[in-house]
């Protein structure tokens, strides 16, 4: 596709219910990340994909996040047991290499009630 | 951890006058980038700096990189409405892998 691609837009889901966020990447971009954002706030490091390589989680905040990256290009962000403060928008961002510019997606937004 | 601030937070200008702000790194940046993030809208890249002491400009953008490499600073001049939005500086500390970014500055320009 043209851009990277995030799916749902828009969740809205019960405290102590599991989600899945989906991302797709533009072709070819070897690097992935997650961010979250909260209303008004900055841009939260979540994980970091390259390549084969281990992905870096330092950013997860929590065990209840996990990521993983199939085949080098989708990736999907899953959320255990929400919490109310799980509430936010979770951007997906690739670039071709690390270092490179990132092309974000149009994000998901997570509400948890 | 790596730590990347910015200021002002928050900058009201009004429509003519310049804006600058400013990114401030607690380590050694392999490079620094800058995103514009409309309301409701995400992160859109605008430039990537590598060189200590780099300048780089783009219309009535001008962006620049510490000597040290751990500040940068952008530069509105004669802002527009169209300006309007969070200004993001992001860098990748010296050895390692994952992009961090600064705490932003949102502008609001007044017609």
């Known amino acids: 596709g043209a851009g990277v691609s995030q799916s749902p837009s828009n969740k809205v889901t019960e405290k102590g219910k599991d989600v899945e966020l989906r991302c797709d990447p533009i072709?070819?971009?070897?690097?992935l990340y997650w961010y979250r954002q909260s209303l008004g706030q900055g841009l939260e490091f979540l994980i970091y994909?390259?390549?084969?390589?281990?992905?870096?989680k330092s950013g997860l905040p929590s065990d209840r996040f996990s990521a993983e990256r199939t085949g080098g290009s989708v990736s999907t962000l899953t959320i255990q047991r929400t919490q109310q403060e799980d509430s936010a928008v979770y951007l997906c961002a690739s670039s071709q290499m690390r270092g490179s510019p990132l092309h974000f997606g149009n994000g998901t937004r997570l509400t948890v009630t | 951890g790596q730590q990347v601030m910015q200021i002002p937070q928050y900058q009201h200008v009004q429509e003519g006058e310049d804006f600058t702000t400013y990114c401030n790194s607690s380590?050694?940046?392999?490079?620094i980038q800058w995103y514009k993030q409309r309301p409701g809208g995400h992160p859109v890249f605008l430039i990537q700096l590598v060189k200590s002491g780099e300048v780089k400009k783009q219309k009535r953008l001008t962006f620049q990189f510490g000597e040290a490499k751990k500040n940068s600073s952008l530069h509105i001049t004669a802002t527009q409405t169209t300006d309007v939005g969070t200004y993001f500086c992001?860098?990748?500390?010296?050895?390692?892998?994952?992009?961090?970014f600064g705490t932003g500055t949102r502008l609001t320009v007044i017609p």
């Open positions: 994909f390259q390549g084969n390589s281990a992905p870096d």
């Open positions: 992001a860098g990748i500390q010296t050895g390692a892998n994952n992009l961090f």
């Open positions: 072709s070819g971009h070897t690097a």
């Open positions: 380590t050694t940046l392999s490079n």
